[in-house]
């Protein structure tokens, strides 16, 4: 299935609290059960303003369509192409 990374512009997302992440990450999940297992959240990534998603979903319709149930936004969408590491280097 394709990962794809998704920026989402969230003004203070690094000064929520751990009961806010918590809240909004029980309602993502509750979102993906009902949409299937077509869709599927690896890991986020919070920054000062910015979180960064990990999915993997069949299409980019189907990330938007989970960001516009969950009430957040998905400003960008990337395809990830290929994965590299430290171990790239060698």
Known sequence: ?????IE???????????????????K?????????PG???L???VTGDKVYCVYLAPDEASIKEHAKRVGVPANR?????????ASSAE
């Open 1 to 5: 299935m394709p990962k794809y990374v």
């Open 8 to 26: 989402r512009e969230v003004p203070g997302a690094g000064n929520l609290t751990e009961t806010q992440l918590r809240e909004l990450s029980q």
């Open 28 to 36: 993502s999940v509750r979102v993906l059960k009902e949409m299937g």
């Open 39 to 41: 869709i599927q959240w």
């Open 43 to 45: 890991h986020s990534y």
């Open 77 to 85: 969408v990337s395809a990830v192409r290929r994965m590299i590491d």
